[in-house]
């Protein structure tokens, strides 16, 4: 059945390395949303992206963090130096948006550790 | 800005008992509300959802939600619980100030006892 998919599903990496994250979207939907799960603030929306072109990314610190969709089947996510406080785990979302609402799917979810 | 608050982190039940999860939201028309469960390393999946009309929702897996406006609130039930809905689960309220954006409450972790 379509789900959404996501690559790594773990990551251990080092403080000031770069990180990408992907995504594909179920295919079909034309909307990708990027979010972020941490204990002490819950999961918190970073940007999304309608046909491709980023509609807000107003919860996405923009000196390290990046995303993208390189083709309507891909979604990137980069952090570029990380750090330990990135640690977190990063869902991706996709949907069939420009309606008064349609329903987000989640993937299953990146693990990100920043030693 | 649009809230949600959870204001129990952990309940724990037994099988079979009756389970109320509580929702409160911060917004002045009309919420849409929803209710996320995630199975732990899963995603977010879809329980059920409030835009308008009734206000008892029906949604999968035997849960309900009933919508109260006198109260801001959007509780999340089920008449008997199962060992399978131990999970955490999320109240989110959509912002209608033009963007799709989900707020999530901090969400409540259920542990179902034998």
């Known amino acids: 059945d379509a789900r959404v998919t996501q690559t790594p599903r773990d990551k251990v990496t080092e403080m000031g390395q770069e990180v990408t994250m992907r995504c594909q979207p179920i295919l079909g939907h034309n909307t990708v949303f990027w979010y972020r799960q941490t204990m002490m603030q819950g999961l918190e929306l970073l940007a999304y992206f309608r046909n491709r072109a980023p509609l807000d990314d107003s919860g996405m610190p923009k000196d390290r963090f990046s995303a993208e969709m390189p083709d309507a089947t891909l979604a990137t996510l980069k952090i570029q130096p990380s750090e330990p406080r990135d640690s977190a785990v990063y869902f991706c979302a996709s949907g069939l948006g420009g309606q008064t609402y349609n329903e987000q799917f989640f993937g299953p979810g990146t693990r990100l550790t920043v030693l | 800005a649009q809230s949600v608050t959870q204001p129990d982190i952990h309940i724990t039940v037994s099988e079979g008992a009756s389970l109320e999860l509580r929702c409160n939201y911060s917004y002045g028309a009309t919420p849409y509300l929803f209710w996320y469960v995630q199975s732990p390393g899963q995603g977010l999946q879809l329980l059920l959802k409030?835009?308008?009309?009734?206000?008892l929702v029906q949604g999968i897996k035997g849960f309900e939600a009933e919508f109260k406006r006198s109260q801001s609130s959007f509780n999340l039930r089920k008449p008997s619980v199962h060992w399978s809905d131990a999970a955490e689960y999320f109240c989110a309220v959509l912002d209608q100030g033009g963007s799709e954006k989900l707020v999530f409450g901090k969400g409540t972790k259920l542990t179902v006892n034998p």
């Open positions: 409030y835009f308008s009309g009734d206000t």
